[in-house]
């Protein structure tokens, strides 16, 4: 077999349903050796930065490896931001791209998509990733594909493999499994009864949980740990939807002073904090009440075990679980799942406003509540801003958002990779302004076989920008009619303006299949959701003391 059938071979294995590609000319040769092979589907998008945020949102949904590919220095440095933000929430990301051959880079000409030199594009993506490889010997090449992604996997982060345009049609071994990782039991054994012993002393034991628990495909049994510890938990910002499917009864997600106020009382007073997989980012933990010293927390995080003043290194996280639910056996009470209620700062049965009143993100949160009560609940793609807020005022589902790195433009894109990776129908939340740097890929919506529901925060704004400095004008981003291009995109429209437009057109776009659904809802100048007004006041206040005021 050729080299590009037994990378695709090797990418399935591990969990690579398609890949997400935008051809050119270096990368042509791998385009038409992937297609031929059949191995995995692949689906063009149209511009890299989407493609990025589709391919991580593939992995994030079904787990595994999410896989894009594309051609040598404009395709490729257009995936930086996708990849740095599959790095910061460790997402395992793998970027094919084609490259000059080695006849081509010998020639002494400057070869067109080149930057400095040849290895100007190697060596910006060795800053955002955590392995990479050049596949221009077809002899190493398999034991260099098989380190590459197995690192992805073991290390949850995004890897780049390079190849030539000369070797994608290279007869080639196949690829196997690298060497496994070897733990060391004893300190394994040390680590996990050290931490149990630290939480039955304490006398407010609490875990908070976070986004590593879904990369590594631990949830199941980090709701079984909970259950067997007879502890709360709750999850961070970024984790929010883990535990979903599990039947554990999570409290909520931890927002400091821009959430639960029980919640947060819980999690700060803890002389027991559990951070289980969660990322110490001010995402997380900027508004908190009162400062956590996490020296006396219990982080468990990249492969290490921090308690106070001891740390162990190469404790892999999924291993450490293991080892704690060995030293707990199961009793009668707690081996049958606990019903998960909803979290009691989420409005479930809140009743939305008077039909002809303006629409408000607290009024969509509402209706949005309703149709998935009377529907199901449906998984949520969502961009940054207040959309991201107004999300966490939903229903418990499965939610994916870069919560951390907070780049725009991941919504639609995501929601498009999900449904892809899933066969599942998203609702996507996006702000205007994400909306005009990538929304353009629904257009690509019928030929990748989805119909997501896009509600479009349309405020003519970057609102939450204008939040934290409202005196300037930049954030006007003019009147833009989204409805109206749906229709030329391959999807449905509509303009809502009240809530009773609003009502109504979910119920038109969750009945219809098919095509996208885009409900176009115009926001009043100044209208946020509650919580992303408490988390404004939060950071105002903890950044400017003398700011004040009351949180409301």
Request: charged residues 20%; contains cysteine; glycine residues 10%.
């Amino acid at each position: 077999m050729n080299l590009t059938h037994e990378l695709l071979l090797a990418l399935k294995a591990r969990g690579a349903t398609e890949i997400f590609g935008i051809p050119g000319d270096f990368a042509l040769p791998l385009f038409g050796a992937m297609e031929k092979s059949g191995v995995l589907p692949l689906h063009t998008l149209s511009h890299e930065p989407g493609l990025g945020f589709a391919a991580d949102a593939a992995a994030r949904a079904r787990g595994g490896l999410g896989v894009a590919a594309v051609t040598y220095g404009a395709g490729a440095l257009n995936m930086i931001n996708p990849m740095a933000a599959a790095y910061a929430e460790r997402v395992p990301l793998v970027l094919l791209s084609g490259a000059p051959a080695v006849h081509e880079a010998d020639s002494g000409l400057l070869l067109h998509h080149q930057v400095k030199t040849l290895d100007s594009q190697w060596r910006l993506l060795e800053e955002v990733t955590v392995d990479r490889a050049r596949l221009d010997d077809a002899r190493t090449a398999p034991a260099l594909i098989a380190r590459v992604l197995d690192q992805a996997l073991r290390r949850a982060g995004p890897v780049y493999l390079e190849i030539p345009r000369d070797m994608p049609m290279q007869a080639c071994e196949p690829v196997g499994s690298s060497p496994a990782e070897v733990v060391d039991t004893e300190r394994l054994a040390a680590c996990a009864d050290e931490l149990l012993s630290r939480l039955r002393q304490a006398r407010r034991p609490f875990m908070l949980v976070g986004v590593e628990i879904r990369r590594y495909g631990i949830e199941e049994k980090v709701a079984e740990l909970a259950r067997r510890l007879n502890i709360p938990l709750a999850t961070t910002l970024m984790g929010r939807g883990l535990l979903n499917q599990t039947g554990c009864a999570a409290l909520g997600t931890y927002l400091g002073l821009a959430g639960d106020h029980e919640l947060c009382e819980q999690v700060e007073s803890s002389d027991g904090l559990l951070l289980l997989g969660a990322i110490v980012s001010d995402s997380n933990f900027a508004v908190s009440s009162k400062r956590i010293d996490f020296r006396h927390a219990i982080r468990v995080w990249q492969g290490q075990v921090e308690m106070g003043h001891h740390v162990y290194q190469a404790i892999p996280i999924a291993e450490l679980v293991d080892a704690m639910l060995l030293r707990l056996p199961a009793s009668p009470a707690c081996s049958a799942p606990v019903q998960q209620a909803a979290p009691p700062n989420l409005p479930a049965a809140q009743e939305l406003p008077a039909p002809d009143e303006a629409v408000s993100p607290a009024a969509i949160a509402s209706a949005l509540n309703q149709m998935m009560l009377a529907h199901g609940p449906m998984p949520v793609a969502c961009d940054v801003g207040d959309c991201l807020f107004t999300a966490l005022d939903l229903l418990p589902t499965d939610l994916l958002a870069p919560g951390y790195y907070a780049t725009m433009g991941y919504g639609v894109p995501a929601g498009l990779g999900l449904q892809v990776a899933t066969g599942r129908r998203p609702l996507v939340l996006v702000g205007d302004g994400a909306f005009q740097m990538t929304g353009w890929e629904l257009g690509n919506a019928r030929s990748l076989g989805c119909d997501p529901i896009v509600v479009l925060f349309n405020n003519s704004s970057w609102e939450m920008l204008r939040t934290f400095q409202p005196e300037s004008h930049f954030h006007d981003r003019g009147e833009w009619d989204f409805a109206s291009m749906a229709a030329g995109m391959g999807g449905k429209g509509y303009k809502v303006a009240t809530v009773e437009e609003l009502v109504r057109a979910l119920a038109l776009a969750h009945a219809e299949r098919g095509r996208f659904q885009l409900l176009d809802v115009r926001l009043p100048p100044g209208a946020i959701s509650p919580t992303l007004r408490r988390f404004v006041a939060a950071v105002k206040r903890l950044s400017m003391p003398d700011a004040g005021g009351p949180l409301r």
